[in-house]
């Protein structure tokens, strides 16, 4: 098979100028001259037939063309970093620092990561549980999983799930739906002040006077209050499940509330392009919240759910 192919410099130096904005800044990264990394430019920008950039008196402004070029780059770089490192391992010890909110590690996280790990034995995982994003510095860390709107300025961010929010009471409380909740029952998260304006609103009520009688920092603080009798709380659907699970908390059935915030992976702006276990790690994060969104909603239908072979992992691992 005959490959249409630009040789593979040309396209590390395309990929490097557009991530970090100048022809200087990527040779730095290569290792290489500014002055040979605008040749390969030149040269890819020659064969192609198209400007993959404007040149500006400082910097670069990536082209229409040259966006539409570069995510299939990215994606093929990507790609062929993870099935490098997955079929032929780390060379030596490798360490992945992930920064995460604490709600996250706890109540999802931690109970899949030995998968990850057992998989891959050659890795060192250093598991960072924030409350706050400042925790780590982000140049120490590898993997960052925030929870908000997806405009932080410092990264870009890749939206990895947007669970739908769900009102969990204990077991044997006597709350049915919104009208059963006073201020003392509401337990309110700090971050996500508008849920209960939203859930009273769908309800055609107004949000009880004096607010809620309970704030706390995150979620795994919250389910455990409910789960010790105490009120009620929304709380992220896939949070609730592991309480769920054991018979901690009980969802109120019918009481769905959309989420305008959700979790993403973020790459600070200001790092080179990832390593090959970073990509490999958020390949098989992003697998494992996709496997499970489309095992619920199949259930949700009364249909078996269809796995997608997993991207992530030597062969040996999949099926």
Known sequence: MSYHLPPLPWLRAF???????????????????????????????????????????RGLRVTDMGKAYLIPVRQAFSELSISTLSIFGPEGETTLNIRVPVSFAVLWLTPRLS??????????????????????????????????????PDASAQLLVNDPIVLVTAPGSRIKGPRDIGPAEMIQIMGVESDWLRLFESAGMALPAGGAGIIVDTSLAALELVASGHGAALVLSRFAAAYEANGRVRRVPGIVVPQDQSHYLLTPNSLDAPRAEVLLFADWLRQKLQDETSQAISQSNGKPALRRRSSYGPPSHGK
């Open 15 to 57: 990929e490097a100028a557009a991530r970090r904005g100048s022809f200087a800044a990527a040779a730095n990264e290569l290792a290489l001259t500014s002055a040979a990394v605008s040749y390969q430019v030149r040269a890819l920008e020659s064969q192609l037939g198209y400007p993959l950039f404007e040149r500006l008196a």
């Open 115 to 152: 998968e990850f790990a057992k998989a891959h034995p050659g890795f060192r995982i250093r598991l960072f549980s924030a409350i706050w994003a400042d925790a780590l510095p982000a140049d120490k860390t590898d993997v960052d999983i925030r929870f908000g709107h997806g405009n932080w």
